[in-house]
């Protein structure tokens, strides 16, 4: 696996993790699906976003969604980039579309996860005071 592959599925489970924290402070009993738009809404993770941010919030979870699946820690690399062409995921890209795809995937996961970091850390001091 090459670290293009591992940062294509690494980031994905970055905001899966975040979005299963957000989900448990209201309902602990787990959810083993690895379906990232029903983990948004399980979290009502757009609730406390404030409304000059969703658009762009919403594009980074969708770039996420359409680029990350929990079975690409199964294949090599070349499977993934595979994928991807499939996918319609490297049209127009020259060179490399792992790492363009890769790129992406990384610049939307810390939208998604420094913005419910945020969120997480002023809920929970202000739930301590």
């Known amino acids: ?3 293009r592959s591992t ?14 924290a957000y989900r448990m402070r209201d309902d602990p009993v787990f959810a083993s699906r ?14 406390f976003v404030p409304e000059r941010m969703i658009d762009e919030l919403t594009a980074a979870v969708q770039e996420v969604v359409v680029r990350w ?19 319609g995921l490297d049209r127009r890209v020259r060179g490399d579309q792992l790492k363009y795809s890769s790129g992406q995937i990384v610049d ?3 939208t998604v996860v420094q913005t419910g970091e945020r969120r997480w850390n002023s809920r929970s001091s202000s739930a301590s005071s």
């Not at 940062?7 to 299963?20: D, H, S």
């Not at 690895?34 to 609730?47: G, I, M, P």
Request: aromatic share 8%; charged share 30%.
């Open 1 to 3: 696996m090459t670290c």
């Open 7 to 20: 940062a294509q599925r690494t980031t994905g489970l970055a905001v899966e993790c975040m979005l299963r």
């Open 34 to 47: 690895h379906d990232l738009d029903r983990l948004v809404d399980e979290a009502a993770f757009y609730d």
């Open 69 to 87: 699946r929990n079975d690409h820690r199964y294949r090599p690399a070349r499977m993934v980039q595979r994928w991807l062409r499939d996918q």
């Open 108 to 110: 939307a996961a810390l």
